[in-house]
């Protein structure tokens, strides 16, 4: 049996890796962070299956503890800072944890488990201000935000570990995927979860900011998926996760609202203090090399992907009315 170890298991992605990778059979290990309130919501149907190890991207000791006892195959780094809006204000936190957390998770490896494949959460928000589209493997980065920065740092010290101590050490440029799991902070969620209360009556206007930003949405249980595959190949390397399909926050309404036979321009109001210090107009991705090297193809549409998370919400809203 082998086993994994996940960071970020609590997670939307380490939810759904997690138990992907108990239906392949494995033995599944997530660290997790003491606090005086856990949050397991996510992988409460599963928790009997997983063993919880308590650390911390911050913290060295506990990386080395969790990497020598359990001694995994396999390493999915999937925790972060993720909330790009927070690392303005909490840059200083969100470089430790998403970027020179990473610096601690594989010096764990190389010092207590150096056989173990190594997987890191890269992410599209890394492009910035694109130089050309769509953005492949070889695409220049221009980060935009103090997470896509730490991002940056940590994808080029994966592979700076990966050609210096010959880690099979991968990155996942997975551009913007969701589902029911992702957080209400998130702009998915945030509307799908927002129209599901207009729906219901609870409140009647939803409040953005702009409208025109593109990106390539993707459904998260299939990204999982492509991360599991990167660590099965014979040699590492690094993958772009993506559709292919460019749409805007202003189809995301369209399409969410249209679900439940609303018009969103009766609802949507603007307000200037969701709007970024440094915006990321355009961001969509070329899997052509995830297709070619291990056959992955994304197969859920966005507005299929869309209409699920808002019936999602309205059958939460739903169930915590009962």
């Known amino acids: 049996m082998k086993r994994a170890l996940i960071t970020g298991i609590t997670g939307q992605d380490g939810s759904y890796l997690a138990e992907f990778l108990l239906d392949k059979g494995y033995d599944v290990y997530g660290i997790v962070r003491r606090s005086s309130i856990e949050k397991y919501d996510r992988i409460s149907h599963i928790q009997d299956k997983v ?13 080395d503890e969790a990497t020598k006892t359990i001694q995994p195959d396999e390493v999915y780094n999937l925790a972060s800072q993720s909330f ?20 601690r998770i594989l010096e764990a490896v190389r010092r207590h488990s150096p056989e173990a494949k190594f997987y890191q959460a890269s992410s599209s928000e890394m492009y910035g201000r694109v130089i050309e589209t769509p953005q492949t493997e070889n695409t220049r980065f221009h980060p935009r935000s103090p997470y896509a920065v730490a991002k940056v740092f940590a994808h080029h010290l994966t592979v700076n570990y990966r050609e210096s101590y010959s880690l ?23 509307v799908s979860h927002g129209v ?11 409040k953005m900011g702009n409208l025109d930003s593109v990106r390539d949405w993707g459904y998260a249980p299939e990204y999982v998926e492509a ?15 993506a559709t292919g ?17 609303l018009n969103w321009k009766d609802y949507v109001t603007f307000d200037p203090k969701f709007l970024r210090p440094a915006e990321v107009d355009l961001l969509v ?3 052509t090399k995830a297709r070619d090297k ?10 299929s992907m869309v209409e699920l998370m808002v019936r999602s919400d309205i059958d939460l809203l739903a169930n915590n009315k009962r």
């Not at 809006?85 to 944890?97: I, K, R």
């Not at 991360?227 to 996760?241: A, F, G, K, R, T």
């Open 285 to 287: 991705g070329d899997f």
């Open 51 to 63: 063993t919880l190890v308590h650390g911390d991207l911050t913290d060295q000791s506990s990386l």
């Open 168 to 190: 099979f050490a991968c990155s996942g440029i997975l551009f913007n995927h969701e589902s029911p799991r992702r957080g209400f902070d998130f702009v998915t969620r945030k």
């Open 294 to 303: 291990f056959g992955w193809v994304p197969k859920t549409n966005f507005a």
């Open 196 to 206: 599901a209360k207009i729906k219901a009556g609870l409140i009647n206007e939803l």
């Open 84 to 103: 790009v809006p927070t690392s303005w204000n909490q840059p200083v936190l969100t470089a430790d944890v998403t970027g020179v957390g990473v610096t």
């Open 245 to 261: 399909k460019p749409h805007s926050i202003q189809d995301l309404l369209e399409n969410a609202f249209g679900s439940v036979d």
């Open 227 to 241: 991360m599991w595959l990167m660590l099965q190949q014979s040699e590492p390397d690094d993958y772009v996760i």
